[in-house]
């Protein structure tokens, strides 16, 4: 039997008896980051990086069992190491490395590998068996640098203050709001906040991690208080009651499937920005290569696809079927 399986309840270490990221209420939960589909409720303890645990309690409540560990730690479980390294996806996300029986894993949970400046930078680890996931595994995939997707989205937003326009802006609560926040250019308005964004830039706060300023969105408010300034909203605002508050809106958003043809327009948005948290095809093939592993193990995204591709390149890939879900415009909200 492999260190590593894949059982009813997730990814599996018999030999430690512990999981990581499981999908269902196990004992044990080693957790790479805070995302609902990697953080679920239920389970009897948690172990997550120190950034990680603020964000979790947030999402399910003060009162679990959760313990944090720094980066490069290392904790012994009946004769397995477990250790804990930067992934870059999003504030206090990683990946897990697990040693024993002569195996050494490393489970990436999800990653990208350009320092966003807030989520830390993504650290290839030397291992054996790799599990990746695939998101956005195919070669049409590939993201410019931040720093022009940045430059577009402030032109956007200055052009739509010229025209006395709100602009809104959608992006996962968890992740993405926060990236935006670091990286836009505050100097051209104010920056107002859905108050799912809001609570969850609390919690990131009261860890000691530094946000920018931003502004809630008061019930007595009218719409003229928002012209030339900018809301970022979670993905499940638009079309909703609450979107339909604001008017002479811009309306944009920032995901990798962005870069579909038609994907914009059938969210019913007026700019979409290409802006992932996760690997674009270089990016995952260059970490992949970085590990020196063998083994791969593509998991949600394009795995049959990606498997194929890397047996030519000489792996031994084989899809993982997990309930993780990657990137998604109709994902439940984070």
């Not at 430690?16 to 389970?43: M, N």
């Not at 050494?104 to 068996?129: A, L, M, Q, R």
């Not at 093939?285 to 995204?301: D, F, L, M, Q």
């Amino acid at each position: 039997m492999a260190l590593i399986e894949l059982n009813k309840n997730g990814i599996y270490c018999a030999e430690a008896d512990v999981y990581i990221d499981p999908w269902r209420s196990v004992d044990k939960a080693l957790i790479t980051h805070g995302h609902s589909d990697h953080s679920r409720p239920g389970h009897k303890s948690y172990l997550c990086t120190h950034a990680s645990v603020p964000i979790i309690k947030h999402r399910l409540g003060s009162k679990i069992n959760i313990a944090g560990i720094g980066y490069g730690e290392s904790i012994m479980v009946n004769g397995v190491k477990f250790s804990f390294h930067p992934a870059g996806h999003i504030i206090g996300s990683a990946q897990i490395r697990a040693e024993g029986k002569g195996e050494v894993w490393v489970i990436s949970g999800d990653y990208k590998t350009e320092n966003d400046g807030i989520s830390g930078c993504f650290e290839p680890v030397n291992c054996t068996h790799f599990i990746t996931e695939s998101t956005f595994g195919l070669p049409v995939y590939k993201w410019k640098k931040q720093s022009k997707v940045f430059d577009e989205i402030n032109n956007w937003w200055s052009l739509n203050k010229s025209l006395g326009k709100t602009t809104i802006i959608t992006a996962y609560s968890l992740g993405k709001a926060q990236r935006i926040l670091h990286n836009i250019d505050s100097e051209i308005g104010k920056i107002f906040c859905h108050g799912a964004i809001a609570k969850m830039n609390n919690a990131i706060r009261n860890s000691g991690i530094p946000l920018k300023d931003t502004l809630l969105i008061e019930k007595e408010s009218k719409p003229q208080d928002f012209a030339g300034h900018l809301i970022i909203a979670p993905p499940s605002a638009l079309g909703s009651s609450w979107m339909k508050r604001f008017k002479n809106v811009s309306v944009g958003i920032a995901s990798g499937w962005m870069m579909l043809r038609g994907a914009r327009r059938r969210r019913g948005a007026d700019r979409g920005f290409v802006l992932s948290d996760h690997c674009d095809w270089d990016g995952l093939n260059e970490s992949i290569k970085a590990t020196g592993a063998e083994n791969i193990y593509p998991t949600h995204g394009y795995t049959q696809i990606y498997s194929r591709w890397l047996r030519e390149q000489g792996y031994n890939a084989q899809p993982l079927e997990t309930e993780f879900e990657g990137e998604s415009l109709e994902k439940k909200e984070e």
